[in-house]
């Protein structure tokens, strides 16, 4: 059974920094990719960013590249997803998600056929 949980979300001041975790269970990072989403209030879920199972080649929406990296404890099937210079704007419910989408579809989140609770990320001005 696939599971995903993600924990470390919180509150933080505009230009701090939060480690989000996504534990991986029921499959194998070889067989699935792993995607980080948010979703703010009142807005559609975003992708953030994505490791290609290996964690060799990253993805990142244009909003925060140069500021969040994603790591991966493949033994632990653990994903990290660092977030520093955050701003007001980052405020969302952040989640991980996995399945099996094409490349070219790799920041639609309707491809993506399991996900975390999700964890909110509260950063104030």
């Known amino acids: 059974q696939v599971q995903l949980v993600e924990s470390g979300g919180g509150m933080a001041q505009a230009g701090g920094s939060l480690r989000l975790s996504c534990a991986a269970s029921?499959?194998?990072?070889?067989?699935?990719?792993v995607a980080w989403f948010r979703q703010a209030a009142g807005k559609e879920r975003e992708f953030v960013g994505s490791?290609?199972?290996?964690?060799?080649?990253?993805r990142f929406a244009d909003s925060v590249k140069g500021r969040f990296t994603i790591s991966r404890d493949i033994a632990k099937k653990m994903d990290y997803l660092q977030m520093t210079s955050l701003r007001p704007e980052d405020t969302a419910v952040y989640y991980c998600?996995?399945?099996?989408?094409?490349?070219?579809?790799?920041?639609?989140?309707?491809?993506?056929?399991?996900w975390g609770q999700g964890t909110q990320v509260t950063v104030s001005s």
């Open positions: 998600a996995a399945g099996r989408p094409i490349l070219s579809a790799t920041t639609n989140p309707n491809v993506y056929g399991f």
């Open positions: 029921g499959f194998s990072f070889s067989d699935y990719r």
């Open positions: 490791l290609t199972w290996a964690g060799r080649n990253t």
